[in-house]
C-alpha cells in the first residue's frame, strides 16, 4: 500500500470552507423562506451554487491536502460531474428546508439523498483521480463515511429548518451550527479518505505534469471564499434593506393607528375631542366627584346666527367659522378642561374643580371671546353663544343627565335673547317634558284640525286701503289654548311635521281666498309663510299648482313669503324654485329682508315681486340712522328693481310716518290690524274700496 500524507494547512483550510459552507447554507435557507416569487427562486438558485461549491471545495481541497509518494491528478470532467452532485444536493436540501413543514419521513428521507448526494460527490471526485489500478476502499468505512455523510445531512437539515427565520438571535445560532456542520463534512470527508487504500505500484492516469497543486488548491480556495462572499454580503444587505422596510412599515402602521384612535375620539373638523371622549371624560369626572366630593361645571354651548351665516355663505364658509371657534374656545379655557364638540354647532366644556362663580367666569369670558369678530374669506362675520351650566354632580349625577341638564339650560339661554348663559334649575326639567309632550301632540294637530289661520292685513301706505293679507298660523291646543306660531313651527320643523302642516296652511288659504270669493268680499290677495324645510322639498312647485287649481285659485292672488336665508342657502335650487313659482303667477315675498346677509345686488337675480323689511328694522328706526339709512337705500334699491316694499312691525304713529317717507309701499303692523280669524276680517273687507289685483 503507498503511504498517503495531508498538508495540515489545506486540512485546516478545508475545515473552514466546510464551515463558511455550512454557514452559507443555513443564511441562504433563511433568506429564501422570507422572500417571495421570483427573489426566493433566485436566492434559491444563487444559494444553491454558492453552497455546493462550498462543500466541493472543502472536499477538493482536502484531496489536494492528501499526497501520494506518486503524482496526482485530477480528471477535469469527472471533477465538474462532482461539482454538480454537489451543487444539486444543495438545492434539493434547499428546497427541502424551505417548505411550510419538515416532517420525520420528508426528513429521514431529504437526510438520505441529501447524503448519498454528499457522499456521491466526494467518490465522484475520487474517481475523478483515474487511478490504476482501482482505490481499495475498505468496506467498513466506506460505509460509515455514508452513514456520517447521512446523519450529518439529517441534522444539518433540521437544524436549517429549525433556524431559518431571520432574526438578530438567530446569527449566533446558525455560526455555531455551521461550526458543528463543517466538522460533520470534514468528517466524513477524512473517514472516506482513509476508507480508500492506494495499492503500490499504482498510477493516477490523470496526471498532470507541472502543475502545482497547492495552487490550484489557493485558486479554489479564493474563487470559494469570493462566491460565498458576494452571496453572504448580498445577503446580509438585502435583510438591512428589509429590516428597514420593515422599520418603516411598522412606523406607518403605529402612526396609521395612532391616528385611527384620534379620529374615534376626535372630531375631523375642528380636531378637538368629540362626544365619545367627552362621555368618557364626564364618566371619569363623576367618579372623582364620588371619591372627593368635588364638583364640576358641564357647559353646553350653542351658536347663535350659525345656521344664517352657513345659509348665506355656503358650507364652507360655515365650515373655516366652526374652526375659528373651536380655536378660540380651546385657547380660552385651562389644559385640564375638556372643550368638546358635539355636533354641528354645538360644544361642551367640561370645567372640573369650579364653583358656581367660577363657571360664572368661565362662562363670561366664553361669550366674550365668540362674540368678537370673526374674519373669514374677507367676510366679517358676528355670531354669539348661548350657554347652558350644569353644576356636577349635584345637578346631574349621571353622564347623560348632566349632559341633558346643561343642554336644558342652554335652551332656556337662548329664550333669554341669546348670546348669554343660564345655570340649570328643575323647573327646565319640566319644561324640557313639556316640549317633548307638545310634538306629542303635534303630531295629531292637523289630523284633529287643532290648526286655524289668522290673517293680518296689509295697507297701502300710509292709511289703506287694504291691499293684501298675510296668513298665520295658530294652533288651538285642546289643553293649552291657542298656541303662536313662534312655539311650535321650530318643532315642527325640527321633526319635519312641518311638510304635512304647511301643505294644509296652503290649503287652507286658498280654501279662504275662493270663500271669501264666491262671498263676494274683498278679492284681496292672501300670503302664505313657507318654511326653508318646505323650501328644499322638491315636490314645492306641483303643490302649490295643484291646490291653487283644486280650489280654483288664480295664482296671481297667492303671495309666497320665503325668509332671505332661506332663499339664499342653496342658491341655484331656490332660484329654480322662485322662478317655476314665478313663471306660474305667483307672487314672491322676500320676509325678514335685513336679517341675513345677502347682498342687495343679489336681490337683482331673485324674481321677487315684494319685500318685507324686518320688524326689527321698524322697531329701531326712529333712535337708529344707520337703521334708517338701511331702509332707505332698500326701498330706493327696490323701487329702481320694481319691487314693492313692505314694512313690517309698524307699531306707531312715527314709524308709520317715517316709513311711509321713506317710500315704503305697503304696512303691516299691530297699529294697523292684528292679526285675526278670517270671520274677522269681514268687517274690514267693508272699508275695501279697491282690489289689489292690477
Ligand atoms: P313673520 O312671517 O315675520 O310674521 C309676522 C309676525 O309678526 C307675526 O307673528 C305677527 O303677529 C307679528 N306682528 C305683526 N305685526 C306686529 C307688530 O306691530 N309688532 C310686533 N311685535 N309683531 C307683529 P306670528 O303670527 O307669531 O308669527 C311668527 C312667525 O311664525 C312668522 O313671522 C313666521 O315666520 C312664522 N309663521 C307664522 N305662520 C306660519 C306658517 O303658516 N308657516 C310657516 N312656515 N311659518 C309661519
Ligand atoms: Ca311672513
Ligand atoms: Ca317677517
Redesign the pocket.
Known amino acids: 500500500m503507498l503511504q498517503g500524507s495531508y498538508n495540515s494547512l489545506l486540512v485546516l483550510f478545508s475545515l473552514l470552507v466546510a464551515v463558511l459552507a455550512a454557514y452559507t447554507s443555513l443564511e441562504m435557507a433563511g433568506r429564501i423562506t422570507t422572500a417571495t416569487g421570483r427573489a426566493a427562486r433566485w436566492w434559491l438558485t444563487g444559494g444553491a451554487f454558492a453552497m455546493g461549491l462550498g462543500i466541493w471545495s472543502m472536499h477538493f481541497i482536502g484531496m489536494l491536502a492528501f499526497s501520494l509518494p506518486i503524482r496526482l491528478g485530477y480528471d477535469p470532467v469527472v471533477t465538474l460531474l462532482s461539482l454538480s452532485i454537489a451543487v444539486a444536493s444543495s438545492a434539493f436540501a434547499l428546497w427541502l428546508v424551505c417548505q411550510d413543514a419538515l416532517p420525520t419521513g420528508r426528513l429521514a428521507g431529504g437526510a438520505v439523498l441529501m447524503g448519498l448526494g454528499v457522499a456521491g460527490m466526494h467518490y465522484t471526485g475520487m474517481a475523478a483521480m483515474q487511478m490504476k489500478p482501482g482505490i481499495d476502499y475498505d468496506a467498513g468505512l466506506f460505509a460509515l463515511s455514508i452513514v456520517i455523510a447521512v446523519a450529518a445531512s439529517g441534522v444539518a437539515l433540521k437544524t436549517a429548518f429549525s433556524l431559518r427565520h431571520n432574526s438578530r438571535r438567530v446569527r449566533p445560532l446558525r455560526a455555531g451550527a455551521a461550526v458543528v456542520m463543517g466538522l460533520a463534512i470534514v468528517g466524513m470527508h477524512y473517514t472516506g479518505m482513509s476508507a480508500a487504500a492506494f495499492p503500490v505500484g499504482s498510477l493516477c492516469v490523470a496526471a498532470t505534469d507541472g502543475v502545482n497543486t497547492t495552487w490550484v488548491a489557493v485558486v479554489i480556495i479564493i474563487v470559494t471564499l469570493a462566491v460565498t462572499g458576494v452571496v453572504l454580503s448580498i445577503s446580509v444587505l438585502d435583510e438591512l434593506r428589509l429590516e428597514t422596510e420593515n422599520a418603516a412599515l411598522t412606523r406607518s402602521l403605529a402612526q396609521a393607528n395612532q391616528e385611527l384612535g384620534y379620529l374615534a375620539w376626535h372630531d375631523a373638523l375642528t380636531k378637538l375631542p368629540n362626544r365619545v371622549l367627552l362621555e368618557g371624560r364626564l364618566e371619569e369626572a363623576l367618579a372623582n366627584a364620588r371619591v372627593d366630593g368635588s364638583q364640576f361645571a358641564l357647559m353646553f354651548m350653542d351658536l347663535d346666527g350659525f345656521k344664517v351665516v352657513n345659509d348665506a355663505y355656503g358650507h364652507q364658509v360655515g365650515d373655516r367659522l366652526l374652526v375659528q371657534v373651536a380655536e378660540r374656545l380651546a385657547s380660552a379655557v385651562r389644559a385640564r378642561d375638556t372643550v368638546a364638540r358635539v355636533g354641528g354647532d354645538e360644544f361642551v366644556l367640561l370645567v372640573p374643580g369650579e364653583d358656581q362663580a367660577g363657571a360664572i367666569a368661565v362662562a363670561s369670558r366664553l361669550l366674550a371671546v365668540i362674540g368678537a369678530p370673526f374674519e373669514i374669506d374677507g367676510h366679517e362675520l358676528g355670531i354669539s353663544t348661548s350657554i347652558g351650566i350644569a353644576m356636577c354632580p349635584a345637578d346631574g349625577a349621571r353622564g347623560h343627565e348632566a349632559l341633558m341638564h346643561a343642554d336644558a339650560a342652554m335652551y332656556h339661554a337662548k329664550s333669554l335673547g341669546r348670546n348669554a348663559y343660564s345655570f340649570f334649575d328643575v323647573s327646565m326639567n319640566e319644561n324640557m317634558q313639556g316640549q317633548l309632550q307638545l310634538t306629542q301632540d303635534l303630531r295629531v294637530a292637523v289630523e284633529r284640525k287643532q290648526l286655524v289661520?289668522?290673517y293680518?292685513p296689509q295697507f297701502a301706505a300710509p292709511d289703506g286701503p287694504i291691499t293684501g293679507v298675510?296668513?298665520?298660523?295658530?294652533w288651538a291646543h285642546p289643553k293649552r289654548g291657542l298656541i303662536?306660531?313662534?312655539e311650535f313651527?321650530p318643532l315642527?320643523?325640527k321633526t319635519g311635521l312641518?311638510v304635512p302642516?304647511?301643505e294644509w296652511?296652503?290649503d287652507e288659504?286658498c280654501r279662504q281666498i275662493r270663500e271669501w270669493l264666491d262671498s263676494g268680499a274683498c278679492d284681496w290677495n292672501v300670503a302664505?309663510?313657507?318654511?326653508?324645510?318646505?323650501f328644499g322639498h322638491p315636490q314645492l312647485t306641483s303643490l302649490v299648482r295643484e291646490t291653487l287649481e283644486r280650489h280654483r285659485v288664480d295664482p296671481r292672488r297667492l303671495t309666497i313669503?320665503v325668509?332671505e336665508s332661506a332663499a339664499m342657502r342653496d342658491v341655484d335650487a331656490s332660484l329654480r324654485i322662485l322662478h317655476s313659482l314665478h313663471e306660474m303667477g305667483v307672487r314672491i315675498s322676500i320676509?325678514?329682508f335685513g336679517t341675513g346677509y345677502s347682498s342687495l345686488m343679489y336681490l337683482k337675480r331673485l324674481p321677487a315681486s315684494e319685500l318685507?323689511i324686518?320688524?326689527g328694522f321698524?322697531?329701531e328706526l326712529a333712535h337708529d340712522a344707520e337703521d334708517a339709512a338701511i331702509v332707505s337705500s332698500v326701498v330706493a334699491l327696490g323701487h329702481t328693481l320694481g319691487i314693492e316694499i313692505v314694512a313690517?312691525?309698524?307699531?306707531t304713529a312715527t314709524q308709520k310716518e317715517f316709513l311711509t317717507r321713506l317710500g315704503c309701499n305697503a304696512l303691516?303692523?299691530?297699529?294697523?290690524?292684528?292679526?285675526v280669524p278670517a270671520a274677522d276680517l269681514d268687517a274690514l273687507s267693508k272699508e275695501c274700496t279697491q282690489p289689489s289685483l292690477s
Open positions: 289661520l289668522h293680518q298675510e296668513a298665520l298660523v295658530r303662536g306660531p313662534d313651527i315642527a320643523e312641518i302642516i304647511g296652511v296652503l288659504a302664505v309663510n313657507l318654511s326653508p324645510v318646505q313669503e325668509t320676509d325678514d318685507k324686518d320688524r321698524v322697531r313690517e312691525g309698524v307699531e303691516q303692523g299691530f297699529l294697523l290690524g292684528r292679526p
